[in-house]
């Protein structure tokens, strides 16, 4: 099975700023690649889909990209509202579907 | 609005069976592949199964392949998961999940609020 990384696994910040979550491929994934936001108690959510496509209704301020092996996930400008739990998804080697073990996202 | 709503969690009892259903709603069931994702608790996401919109393709995780089975009722607009012979570490937080497409692909947009499944004795 395809293995994913994750780091940081946790991170805190300021309000406002960038910031940036690395997902790695234990083998090629071309660009095979989600990410999705789980906040406690809430349904998880698409964010990004093919490693760098923006879901509809998504803010701006979040973005994805890479290929292959490595990929990245960015808050362009972290808002309150943006803390959560975030997880990369690799779907290329179906059926077994993998999560990243997530990256948890903390306001200073 | 699309609504996932899952049920048939709670407490069970090693070694004993549970059926979790899964009623969808606000889009056309029978045109999307359907997942079960479990979290166990303070742990990550695990893609259980995912099946496709006619059943004609079924995947399973290596942990649970031989004692879950996924299956649909396109016209009651449901997904059932049958797992058999459970065991402590299928205690999770289990979600019904739509993916974008008919066939598995496995990109989720859309999930249900879970139903929680607890194996002890």
């Known amino acids: 099975d395809i293995q994913m990384t994750q780091s940081p696994s946790s991170l805190s910040a300021f309000v406002g700023d960038r910031v940036t979550i690395t997902c790695q491929a234990s083998?090629?994934?071309?660009?095979?690649l989600n990410w999705y936001q789980k906040k406690p108690g809430k349904a998880p959510k698409l964010l990004i889909y093919?490693?760098?496509n923006l879901e509809t209704g998504v803010p701006p301020r979040f973005s994805g990209s890479g290929s292959g092996t490595d990929f990245t996930f960015t808050i362009s400008s972290l808002q309150p509202e943006d803390i959560a739990t975030y997880y990369c998804?690799?779907?290329?080697?179906?059926?077994?579907?993998?999560f990243g073990p997530g990256t948890r996202v903390d306001i200073k | 609005e699309v609504q996932l709503v899952e049920s048939g969690g709670g407490l069970v009892q090693p070694g004993r069976p549970l059926r979790l259903s899964c009623a969808a709603s606000?889009?056309?069931?029978?045109?999307?592949?359907m997942h079960w994702v479990r979290q166990a608790p303070g742990k990550g996401l695990e893609w259980v199964s995912g099946?496709?919109?006619?059943?004609?393709?079924?995947g399973y995780a290596d942990s649970v392949k031989g004692r879950f089975t996924i299956s649909r009722d396109n016209a009651k607009k449901s997904l059932y998961l049958q797992m058999n012979s459970l065991g402590a570490d299928d205690t999770a937080l289990y979600y019904c999940?739509?993916?974008?497409?008919?066939?598995?692909?496995?990109?989720?947009?859309?999930w249900g609020q879970g139903t929680l499944v607890a194996v002890s004795s």
């Open positions: 083998q090629d994934i071309s660009y095979y």
């Open positions: 999940a739509k993916d974008l497409r008919t066939v598995v692909t496995g990109q989720i947009d859309y």
């Open positions: 606000g889009f056309n069931f029978d045109d999307y592949a």
């Open positions: 998804q690799q779907y290329d080697n179906l059926p077994r579907v993998t």
């Open positions: 093919d490693a760098s």
């Open positions: 099946i496709s919109w006619n059943s004609g393709y079924i």
